[in-house]
């Protein structure tokens, strides 16, 4: 069973900076993507950042220039440095990975998809 674990939330001062990581195990064989993903109270859960196997990256308009995702792929580890935060990026942070669990799977395209517990990211003055 592969499973998702994010650490390094907490709480933070506007203009401040957090780092988050997230770490998967398991039985994955590879990765399509890995992400990260935000809710913040009464609001739906939205994209903050992915980072395909290809290596590329992309962002919400709302937190580009201020974000930065990061991924080890030897560790499983998925990263997003977050600087210049504001009140408005106060939300639980999900990792997200979508993976497969052997080549005929990749090949195929057939790949599954799991989500971290989430950590709690806020930032008020």
């Known amino acids: 069973q592969v499973q998702l674990v994010e650490s390094g939330g907490g709480s933070v001062q506007p203009g401040g900076s957090l780092r988050l990581s997230c770490a998967a195990s398991g039985s994955i064989f590879s990765f399509n993507a890995m992400g990260w993903y935000r809710q913040a109270p009464g609001k739906q859960r939205e994209l903050v950042a992915t980072?395909?196997?290809?290596?590329?990256?992309n962002y919400a308009d709302s937190v580009k220039g201020r974000f930065t995702i990061s991924r080890d792929n030897a560790k499983n580890m998925v990263y997003l440095q977050m600087n210049s935060l504001k009140p408005e990026d106060t939300a639980v942070y999900y990792c997200?990975?979508?993976?497969?669990?052997?080549?005929?799977?990749?090949?195929?395209?057939?790949?599954?998809?799991?989500w971290g517990q989430g950590t709690l990211v806020t930032v008020s003055s």
């Open positions: 980072i395909p196997s290809d290596g590329s990256t």
């Open positions: 997200n990975a979508r993976y497969y669990i052997d080549y005929r799977a990749r090949l195929n395209g057939r790949y599954l998809e799991v």
